[in-house]
């Protein structure tokens, strides 16, 4: 009795003394702890997600993957799951869990291994969120104070709901939202009991047990983990071996992308990181709303690669990527598929092997592990490619293209007819470039700014300043227009020859091509893209004069030159720039500046950023100029002018500067309507055809109207364009500026991609502007052609733009700003009557201005 007394005064001192050390160590201790109240306010870090203006994902910034969810969100078998595998007591003990402790240990002594952890999911949510994974003891005791902290302030739902959204799960996903989506491209709910086991195993070792790295290593541990649900009666035993005898199903999923806007995206990256630094753009779950519409930024994409990939096709195939095999050492299909998978495709070039050649036709295995047939459909555009200017003969048999063996890409046939047809296809060695903006505020609709982002991640839309060509003219006869010329003033279209001081030798700019027709009216100067026209009305403005006229349009005046090469295009420009300039024409005369951010909002969904962009608004315009007592009408703001405006998206939008006058606008649009539709009608196209004069067949519309451009040596091809609302540019050309775009030879069949013949604007840029075109105005309705004031129109005769008394084939109406209209008759003695003379058929001179354009 003795013994046992003294045994008991002893454990009981001990026990004192313990309490009193972990007292002690607590007080000790606790001034280093952090204040686990902050949990309750903690922001995970989440990256930051673009999205279009309809919702559409583009792309998402930030080291760690991470899909914040509510407890109500997770299945309840995957909470099941990681209470069995990692604290199956988590509702019962207070942070700590003794028994769990004595458990561990006793396994541990028993075998000699450390099978079952003691850590709670709260000692986990401590160490995620506040402490170091280093193995000490003092971080042990933290750990401990810290879960019991974390259990007096926070319920067990909440607790539940940190760990499960911030632990690491591999493959930089953090957290359970993120690891179903990475690793099987789903949400929770559409899970399978099989495939929560398996990521309910990861928190022990995510790069070790992980489906992608190590499926076998993985199936043993979702094992373990169905056998620890079983166990606690959270599943049947037919649950257990339907999920236990589940194949390893998991593969990398990347973030689920709706959009393809890469350079845009990487703009809103960069302009997200000016704003905000890289920390919290890239942490704190900003969501940020383009301005660009999924429909429209799809058809940009589609146009560019579509037109980029029939150019290159139109110039030879430059040969294959290389050889699978050599002589007679075939390879086994499995080797030709793990060749391929390491080949980077190019959407819509994917990498593919041939296997087979026969006489016409060719037989291919894909990357995917499809076998597929290239008919002489996709093979007989493939000339062997000589340089940009020739091309081989045209072959005969599929062998004289390629062999078996050669790595090549492919991609599928373009035309509706060929569905389910392959071609041969090859990376284009030309790049291009696509911007559209919206003209009343200048919101970026649609950016494309290269073939490919992986292949070239350079953004020509705003990165490369290239030679505009003849997309200077419009900007040259606004110029002349508010110099006191019009559509009918007549310039000499003839050669000019100018002896140059400075390079000493003469000037002789040409016409392409080099024809000349005398004393020519404005409207046909511009339409026909006469250099020599524009060279003399260059003149009559004046170099200073012009220069300073298009610096109203955005245009940096330092970088323009200064000599009369300016006149036909010498400016180097980027394409977005471009497009700005020609949204003044298209919306009255207003200089709108290009956004792309519509609003920026945090993480729980309030708003941080909503633009605001000045208006082009004529309404708002003659609203300020009637109401200028009414407060109530509009306001001023630090110099701004605003106005109550029911066409505006705002309610009181800032009005954009005016640079040019509406009636100038007007005009200008006018002529560029002749560019695409001549000098004939949408009844009868009779007459001459202005440069653009594709989009007329095109897309049958009035209200549309553009310019083309094409550089000296064709090595920059530009059309730029609009109709009421949207402006858009493309431009094509090799990114080392030495290249020419080149020509092509003729006697080949490629059907729509046929053209022969030097490279040009309208060849080469415009097929992507029309087939853009074709998509963002599909259901829109024609806009009515609608004068503004001080315009007049008034018949004139075709050749000298005087006044006529006739209403036959040699006059027409024409659009005059009032008081600038000719005020004497034409002399028809002194006229020749076969200027501009249409078939005999025609009705053209029984038709208005507005039937006509």
Not at 380 to 409: H, Y
Not at 606 to 616: C, D, R, V
Not at 643 to 649: G, K, L
Request: hydrophobic share 40%.
């Amino acid at each position: 009795m003795k013994w046992i007394k003294r045994l008991s005064v002893f454990l009981f001192v001990s026990g004192l003394l313990g309490v009193g050390s972990i007292v002690a160590l607590y007080f000790y201790i606790k001034p280093e702890l952090p204040d686990v109240t902050t949990l309750k306010t903690m922001q995970l870090q989440t990256p930051m997600k673009v999205y279009s203006q309809d919702g559409k994902l583009i792309s998402q910034f930030g080291e760690k993957r991470r899909i914040p969810v509510s407890i109500d969100e997770v299945p309840p078998l995957m909470i099941n799951a990681f209470l069995a595998t990692e604290d199956n007591r988590f509702y019962e003990h207070p942070g700590i869990d003794p028994i769990g402790i004595v458990r561990a240990a006793s396994v541990m002594i028993m075998t000699g291994e450390r099978k079952q952890g003691a850590s709670t999911i709260t000692q986990q949510v401590a160490r995620n969120f506040f402490l170091t994974r280093e193995k000490t003891f003092i971080r042990k005791i933290k750990e401990i104070f810290l879960a019991w902290h974390i259990e007096q302030n926070l319920t067990k739902d909440e607790i539940l709901t940190l760990y499960l959204n911030k632990i690491p799960l591999g493959y930089r996903s953090f957290g359970i939202g993120a690891a179903a989506q990475v690793y099987y491209g789903k949400t929770l709910d559409e899970l399978t009991l099989a495939q929560m086991a398996i990521i309910a195993g990861l928190p022990k070792a995510p790069s070790a047990l992980n489906p992608i790295r190590s499926p076998k290593r993985a199936k043993a541990r979702r094992h373990v983990v169905l056998l620890r649900m079983l166990d606690e009666n959270y599943i049947t035993q037919a649950q257990f071996e339907e999920a236990n005898n589940a194949p390893i199903t998991g593969k990398y999923h990347g973030a689920e992308i709706d959009l393809s806007a890469p350079y845009l995206a990487e703009m809103v990256r960069a302009e997200m990181i000016k704003r905000y630094g890289e920390d919290k753009a890239y942490t704190q779950g900003l969501t940020v709303y383009t301005t660009v519409h999924s429909d429209r930024q799809t058809a940009a994409t589609n146009a560019l690669i579509n037109n980029l990939l029939n150019y290159d096709l139109r110039h030879g195939y430059r040969g294959p990527l290389g050889q699978a095999w050599s002589n007679d050492d075939v390879l086994r299909n499995e080797e030709i598929l793990l060749l391929l998978k390491d080949k980077p495709s190019y959407n819509p070039l994917q990498p593919a092997v041939i296997i087979a050649v026969k006489q016409q036709e060719v037989d291919a295995l894909l990357a995917n592990g499809e076998q597929v047939t290239v008919s002489w459909d996709g093979l007989k555009w493939a000339r062997p490619f000589v340089s940009d200017k020739k091309q081989g003969p045209a072959p005969q048999t599929a062998n004289e293209i390629v062999n078996a063996g050669d790595i090549v890409l492919l991609r599928p046939m373009l035309a509706n007819d060929k569905a389910n047809q392959w071609m041969l296809g090859q990376i284009p060695d030309a790049s291009s470039a696509f911007i559209a903006i919206d003209n009343n505020d200048g919101a970026i609709e649609a950016l494309v700014g290269g073939f490919n982002y992986q292949q070239s991640k350079f953004n020509r839309v705003t990165q490369a300043k290239r030679q505009i060509g003849s997309n200077i003219k419009p900007f040259v006869y606004s110029a002349g227009l508010a110099k006191g010329a019009t559509l009918a003033t007549l310039i000499n279209d003839a050669p000019i020859n100018q002896w140059d001081e400075r390079a000493g030798t003469a000037w002789r700019p040409k016409n392409s091509p080099p024809t000349y027709n005398g004393p020519t009216r404005l409207r046909l100067g511009l339409a026909q893209s006469k250099n020599v026209m524009s060279v003399r009305l260059f003149r009559q403005v004046g170099l200073s004069n012009a220069i300073n006229y298009m610096a109203r349009f955005g245009f940096d005046k330092t970088k323009l030159p200064r000599d009369e090469s300016l006149s036909l295009g010498s400016a180097s420009l980027t394409p977005l720039e471009v497009a700005v300039a020609f949204a003044t024409f298209a919306n009255g005369g207003f200089k709108v500046e290009p956004y792309f951010i519509e609003r920026i909002e945090d993480a729980n969904g309030q708003l941080l950023y909503q633009s605001t962009p000045k208006q082009a608004c004529l309404t708002c315009e003659k609203q300020i100029a009637l109401n200028t007592d009414d407060p109530e009408h509009w306001a001023t703001i630090e110099g701004d002018a605003f106005s109550q405006c029911d066409i505006a998206p705002y309610g009181l939008p800032l009005l954009a500067p005016r640079i040019i006058t509406e009636q100038n606008a007007f005009l200008m649009r006018q002529v560029m309507a002749s560019v695409i539709w001549g000098g004939g009608s949408w009844r009868n196209k009779t007459g001459w055809n202005g440069t653009g004069w594709r989009a007329a067949g095109a897309l049958k519309r009035h209200d549309i109207g553009g310019k083309t451009g094409t550089t000296n040596e064709a090595k920059d091809a530009w059309f730029s364009g609009f109709n009421p609302d949207l402006s858009a540019t493309s431009w094509i050309g090799f990114d080392d500026h030495r290249r020419e775009l080149g020509r092509v030879n003729r006697n080949i069949n490629l059907g729509k991609n046929q053209i022969s013949g030097g490279e040009a604007g309208a060849k080469t840029a415009q097929p992507a502007w029309i087939e853009f075109m074709k998509s963002a105005l599909k259901g829109i309705p024609e806009r009515p052609n609608v004068l503004p004031d001080n315009i007049v129109q008034v018949r004139i005769d075709r050749e000298s733009g005087l006044l006529t008394h006739k209403s036959d084939y040699t006059s027409r109406f024409e659009y005059f700003i009032q008081g600038t209209e000719p005020t004497e008759y034409v002399n028809h003695q002194d006229t020749d009557s076969s200027f501009d003379q249409p078939d005999e058929n025609s009705n053209d001179a029984d038709e208005s201005l507005d039937d006509l354009f």
